[in-house]
């Protein structure tokens, strides 16, 4: 995934996994660098995030009572 946004010159805001850390340091020198991870800015995508998934929720609520004829 980061290597797709990296071609299209996308900045990705996504940490490193555990498991992916571990391999990496286990390979050594051959493992490469961690990927640039900014604590700050991923905060600010999460809350983002949040907010569309709430309003998905509240768009769920709205268009199953916008089914019945009376409403």
Partial sequence: MRHLLRSRGIVATIPERRDQTANRRRRGTHGGR????????????????????????????????????DR
């Fill in 34 to 69: 961690p990927p640039a991870f900014d604590k700050d800015i991923y905060r600010n995508r999460n809350v983002v995030e949040r907010c569309f998934a709430r309003l998905k929720q509240f768009r769920a609520i709205a268009t199953r009572f916008g089914k019945l004829t």
